[in-house]
């Protein structure tokens, strides 16, 4: 299940990186100056507990970044599993550029590779169900396009990336553009190109949503019953989409209702960071 590079945005992934340098070297890396400047080194990665990998990209940035000379020789591709103890990378190169991009390339691939972890627990919790596990914009400020590769290494899909590409009618928008109904021809009109979805709480707005043609339907923190109802009603053909709550506890129950996506906001919300770690061999 590895990721191809082309599905990543390769400027925004230099920006994040070159972003992280910046904030850890600041007007230089003290440490590392100690260190001869013609010593090479060799070391390792260890993954210290069983996962996801996802972030290659950035880590192998992080170091390119410090210095073009350091060589890199990964053992696991982004999405595949990895093992307690296993070497993930190998590096050889100068010392002074190892030391200095090692937290920031630890960093991005212990982050990401939680991410993948958990989205994957989600995944494997409802296969065979049809449904698919979705991601929210519930991510690290700065780093949504990286926490969303990281779903996608997990065997996740992504929601809208931002505010532009899906329209959402939430709450607050509905009740300030007067219904449900109003909201979605405004929608329409004013964004003929894009999807619109409608969150909605009970089966009341369900069908009013179903009847204002939304491309597809967010039933909010619905009991398991409604949203097996609202799947047996819904005859507009709408996407359904589970979310609110969802735990991996319970999210086979609600992929059993029969709905097409859940979402769920703790997938980057509430990060787990794999364990790795760096070691100078010799």
Known sequence: MGQDLESLDVAALR?????????????????????PSNRTAEARIVCRSAGILAGRAWAEAAFGEC??????????????????DQTLLRLSGP????????RTALNFL?????????????????????????DTRKTLPGLRLAQKYAVRCGGGSNHR???FDL????????????????????????????RVEVEVEDLDEF?????????RILLDNFPLDQLERAVRNNTSGAVLEASGGITLATVAAVASS????????ALTKRIDPLDLSLRFIG
């Open 15 to 35: 920006a994040d990186v070159r972003r992280a340098l910046d904030e850890d070297i600041g007007s230089g890396d003290a440490s590392a100056q100690l260190i």
């Open 67 to 84: 210095d073009a000379d350091i060589e890199m020789s990964w053992s696991a591709g982004d999405g595949e599993s990895i093992s307690s």
């Open 95 to 102: 010392a002074r550029g190892i030391l200095t991009a090692e």
């Open 110 to 134: 212990q982050l990401l590779s939680g991410v993948a972890t958990r989205t994957r627990a989600y995944v494997d919790a409802v296969a065979g169900t049809g449904a698919r596990i979705l």
């Open 161 to 163: 990336i931002g505010l």
């Open 167 to 194: 329209i959402m009618l939430k709450e607050n928008h509905i009740a300030a553009a007067g219904g449900i109904a109003g909201a979605v021809a405004e929608a329409r009109s004013r964004f003929p190109h894009l």
């Open 207 to 215: 069908e009013q949503a179903k009847a204002a043609g939304a491309d």
């Open 258 to 265: 029969g709905v097409d996506d859940i979402s769920i906001g």
